[in-house]
């Protein structure tokens, strides 16, 4: 089924590890998002791609590094984690900012530092 | 930057009718989304709205004034499975899209 596959579903960090969420799409999208949702809180944008080979920072960037080398591929890093960062993480795509359409969201990760 | 305001939590009887409101700021407007939201699951895309009025899916309808910075999205013949959070999507001066926090709507029987 085309859509957007978050991996892994669920993680359990130590404080300092490192780790990488992977975000593939296959309906050609150009535009690929990570965000965050914690509670009472709604969607954060955490960093975001415009197309292949680009980045740029959204509202919360801070301790999270992205690459998107190939167009379907959107991965997240986290270099040292913390345990501020547990929350749900979403990646999603979208065919432009303005998609008629909408965004289409990833099943999400959980993430959970300890 | 974006700030968004919905009611945090609302609640209906089955076959009803609920309104849920959004407000947001309206500097570099382009368009407002609703997307719903069931506990542990992904957004889903419910409606976009670029010009003032209401438009009409089925059950659902979501209005938009764009002088107002207002929105609402109602909800007719009220299920069960509505019960969900619905979040409202401003655009941040004409950039990436904001997310309000969510409105969590409780559907009874």
């Known amino acids: ?114 | 930057g974006q700030n968004i305001d919905q009611p945090t939590e609302m609640t209906a009887t089955e076959g009803a009718i609920v309104q849920i409101n959004c407000t947001y700021q309206t500097s570099g407007f382009n368009g407002l989304f609703w997307y719903q939201q069931h506990a542990g699951e992904a957004p889903t895309f419910l409606s976009y709205n670029v010009l003032d009025g209401l438009e009409e899916k089925g059950r659902f309808s979501s209005f938009l004034s764009r002088s107002k910075g207002y929105s609402y999205l109602l909800l007719k013949e009220l299920q069960m499975k509505d019960s969900a959070s619905y979040l409202c999507a401003a655009p941040n001066y004409g950039q990436n899209f904001v997310f309000g926090p969510g409105t969590r709507l409780s559907v009874l029987p």
């Not at chain 1, 999208?29 to 680009?54: A, F, K, N």
């Open chain 1, 1 to 114: 089924n085309a859509g957007v596959t978050q991996t892994p579903k669920f993680r359990v960090l130590k404080t300092g590890q490192s780790m990488t969420l992977l975000c593939a799409q296959d309906m050609n999208h150009e535009y690929m998002y990570w965000y965050r949702q914690d509670p009472g809180m709604g969607l954060r944008l955490i960093h975001y791609s415009v197309g292949e080979g680009t980045t740029a920072k959204g509202e919360v960037p801070d301790g999270y590094n992205v690459s998107r080398l190939k167009k379907q591929n959107f991965l997240l890093g986290l270099e040292s984690a913390a345990p501020s960062q547990t929350s749900v993480y979403f990646c999603a795509s979208s065919y432009g900012q303005q998609a008629l359409d909408g965004y289409t969201f990833g099943s999400g990760t959980r993430l959970t530092v300890v």
